[in-house]
């Protein structure tokens, strides 16, 4: 049986810099937990990100965010000055797996967004990508490449 609707499923590309970038901006933020915007192109399947933005968690919570929502705009214009499109955000749980809490997949409103989670709470960290959508979380293939 053919689903009349698939939902694609993408696979997420990002570079092993910003990834970095977002370890370093979730360890320098730490006890608190960090967040930021993803950016770039979609590709058939693939979400392809070319710019990572570390922006300033407005809670200064080590279980909850905010994106300071002038930070926002800035990385929003900053995206079209260089014409790629917002295709997500991420944060990291400090001490908590990375698997989207309760509350993150309650503010999720994006079914188009990837949400990333950086998890500091194991001896390595662990960064995941999902989907949520109508109150379900789903993993996304994340791939870093060089
Ligand atoms: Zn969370």
């Known amino acids: ?31 608190n937990e ?28 080590r279980q909850h965010f905010t994106i300071d929502p002038k930070e926002h705009l800035s990385a929003v214009k900053d995206m ?9 955000n991420f944060h990291s749980h400090p001490d908590t797996p990375a698997r989207p809490s309760e509350e993150d997949i309650r503010l999720a ?12 709470a194991e001896p390595e960290p662990v960064l995941r990508s999902f989907h949520i959508e109508r109150g379900s979380a789903s993993p996304e293939e994340l791939s870093v490449v060089p």
Not at 46 to 55: D, W
Not at 80 to 88: E, F, K, N, T, V
Not at 109 to 120: E, F, G, K, N, V
């Open 1 to 31: 049986m053919n689903d009349p609707c698939p939902m694609t499923k993408y696979v997420i590309q990002l570079k092993k810099s910003d990834y970095e970038k977002i370890l370093a901006h979730a360890l320098n933020s730490l006890p």
């Open 34 to 61: 960090s967040c930021g915007l993803i950016a770039g192109n979609i590709d058939g399947a693939a979400k392809i990100i070319e710019r990572v933005y570390t922006l300033s968690n407005l809670d200064e919570s």
């Open 80 to 88: 079209r000055a260089c014409g790629i499109s917002p295709l997500g």
């Open 109 to 120: 409103h994006d079914p188009s967004a990837s949400y990333m989670i950086l998890s500091l």
